[in-house]
Every structure is written in C-alpha cells, then in structure tokens.
C-alpha cells in the first residue's frame, strides 16, 4: 500500500479475527515505531510486545478503553521516560504519539488494523511487563487483522470538514 492509501485506510480496529502476525511483520512495525521523530533526538521510548494469549488477557484490564487487547494477534505497550518536569510531560507525550503513529501507519500498510488505548495506572502493567520504575506505560497499541472488513482508503471518512478544519494565513 502506498503512504496516501495507509493513511486514508487507517482506521481504529477493535475486533481482530484469529490470524497471528507475522514475526516480519511484527518487527517493522516495531522499526516503524523505532524510526519515529523525537525532541532533540532523545528517544524517550520502549516499546515492549506482547504476543502471548494469556499474558494479553491479563493486559486488557489496564485500563477501561483496552478490552480489545485481549482479543488482539499482539499488543504493543509503548513506554515512556518518567518526565523530568513539565516541559518534558509535553515532549515526551508529543513524541510517544509521534512513534504511536508511525506504527499504526505501518501497520495499516500491512493490512494490520490498531486500536490504542491509554494507561492510567501503572500496577498491572508494570507487574506484567517488568519495566522499570524510570518508565511508564503510556498507550498500549493492540494489532490485529480486522475481523468486519479489510483496510481499505475511505472515500468519505468520518472527519470534520476539510474547510472547518483548515485556516490559511488567519482563522
């Protein structure tokens, strides 16, 4: 799929079929998140996958939002530096989503559909994935292959209108 098209078909999924992802697949979709811009070039991310049934299970109770995660082919918990102060809750958030979106993108290049869902409480998440205290788990980015319908680029997406949206020069 060429760029325009994954970013016209990305959609939240939040019913997968019973597929697993390839390794291959996995990994780029990893690399994707891994070549994502950040502040400075700091990088303030881990990415921790989970592909293991029970194990994704036990994740889809982190949080109210992440139910599909127990139904997902694997589940990417994406981790942050605990920020310094508040400057660094803004970088480090801008720069999570930018590596959150470089994934979903690749994955919908693949016909992998997404769905993330935040973390607001560290417990389980960190009981489960073992990550240390100078992270958080900020999103968890459940993958999966559609169960209703394939990616497709949609010809009328549920957006706000181009020209509500867009401003040029003034408001």
Known sequence: ????????????????????????DLDRILEAGRRAPS??????WDFV????PERLRALSEASKGAGHVASSAATIAILGLVPEDDRQVRLVNFDLGQAVLSM???????????????????TLPRRLLGYPEDRFCAHLLPLGYPA????????????????????????
């Not at 502040?39 to 303030?44: D, G, I, K, S, V």
């Open 49 to 52: 996958a989970v592909t293991e």
């Open 104 to 122: 979903m993108l690749a994955a919908a290049d693949l016909g992998i559909g997404s769905g993330h869902s935040s973390v607001n409480d560290q």
């Open 148 to 171: 209703d319908r394939p990616l497709v680029p949609l010809k009328r997406p549920d957006r706000r209108a181009f020209d509500d949206v867009v401003h040029r020069e003034r408001w």
């Open 1 to 24: 799929m060429e760029t325009w098209d994954a970013i016209r078909a990305r959609r939240d999924v939040r019913a997968f079929d019973s597929r697993p992802i390839a390794g291959d």
């Open 39 to 44: 502040a400075l070039n700091r990088q303030p």
